[in-house]
């Protein structure tokens, strides 16, 4: 694997949309530091992440956390959770747990169609000699 010479990091990265302020950014920074380790195989000049929620601390609240990485499609969490902090760590989970499956996705072992090498067809001839074995 090689390293990225200017990785991803939330401080980076993280956009507070509407229903958070500025000064929610700090915690939610400090909340989403164990994404550092996921992000830091991408680059921070291709990667943006934006948090919102819908009706803050009010019933029904909606918490979306959006991720973008350049070449790979857009990566949408959301939850409905009552209580904010929960919802923001349960984004947080969801998002890692994404990130994840988003980088298998792209790695040849996890592709049998870049794993599989095409075998030479022994049935042609000139490439078994009379008399050897199959």
């Known amino acids: ?76 969490t959301t939850s409905s959770l009552e209580e904010l902090h929960a919802a923001v760590m349960d984004c947080r989970d969801d998002l890692r747990r994404k990130l994840n499956d988003s980088k298998s996705k792209q790695e040849p072992r996890h592709n049998r169609h870049l794993r599989d090498v095409p075998q030479p067809d022994l049935t042609e001839p000139g490439l078994l000699e009379p008399g050897s074995p199959a």
Do not use: Y
């Open 1 to 76: 694997m090689s390293a990225v010479s200017n990785p991803a990091t939330v401080e980076d990265c993280l956009r507070v949309g509407t229903g958070f302020t500025q000064g929610d950014r700090i915690w939610l920074t400090e909340l989403f530091a164990t994404l550092d380790a996921r992000l830091a195989s991408f680059h921070a000049d291709t990667t943006e992440l934006e948090i919102s929620v819908k009706d803050r601390e009010a019933r029904g609240q909606k918490v979306t956390l959006e991720c973008w990485i350049g070449g790979r499609d857009k990566i949408v």
